[in-house]
């Protein structure tokens, strides 16, 4: 399981904040809800391209040791199945949706010139598949604002609420992922 929590950006701090591993410990584990059993285990790598960042990202893992299930501590900026990090997808998803610019434009203002075409078409279908249960699940945090379609919704609710924000409400409390998993994706919670 992952728990998003909120760590300084890649290149900002992000490798020293690791180095302590009792520094951002959850309390309890998140699978069965034992207090003070979670014990550093490792870490995993992943691959990450973010606002002026393009390489591997170590991730703390945890063991409980009631469950001996592993949780991992996945930065906030960093999706999870995803190799481009949230910055990267939330600047695309405005321009391409939000300014209604080109798939070229929008890969340009994400930083991502070179990007290929497929990819932005995949996260616009993802993103426009689960905007209407995002946008629903965003109404927790504010109202939803008047717009002719859920997907326009979604990017209003998400820009008002700040994309980290809104990001770490919608996967920590009710797993949903930003640009829509499949079910068969979610963990299964206790």
């Known amino acids: 399981m992952q728990i ?15 180095d302590d591993p009792a520094r951002h410990r ?12 979670l014990v550093a285990h490792g870490f995993y790598r992943r691959t990450l391209v973010e606002h002026r960042f393009d390489g ?4 703390r893992r945890y063991l409980c040791r009631a469950c001996r299930r592993t949780v991992s ?4 900026f960093a999706l999870p199945y995803l190799r481009f990090g949230l910055g990267v997808v939330a600047r695309f998803l ?7 610019r080109t798939l070229q434009a929008a890969g340009e203002a994400a930083g991502q010139g070179t990007m290929p075409y497929q990819r932005g078409q995949h996260w616009v279908r993802r993103f426009r598949r689960h905007a209407a249960p995002l946008a629903a ?18 990017l209003v609710m998400l ?4 994309w980290k924000r809104a990001y770490r409400f919608v ?5 949903l992922h930003l640009l829509g998993r499949a079910r068969s994706q979610i963990p299964d919670l206790p």
């Open 73 to 76: 501590l996945l930065p906030d």
């Open 159 to 162: 820009e008002t609420i700040g």
């Open 4 to 18: 998003v929590h909120s760590f300084p950006g890649p290149g900002c701090g992000y490798e020293r904040e690791l």
């Open 94 to 100: 405005k321009a391409r949706l939000g300014e209604e």
């Open 171 to 175: 996967f920590s409390h009710l797993r």
């Open 137 to 154: 699940a965003l109404t927790a945090l504010t109202p939803p604002p008047p717009a002719p379609d859920f997907t326009t919704r979604a």
């Open 26 to 37: 959850p309390s309890s584990c998140p699978l069965c809800g034992a207090r003070n059993r």
């Open 56 to 59: 591997i990202l170590r991730v």
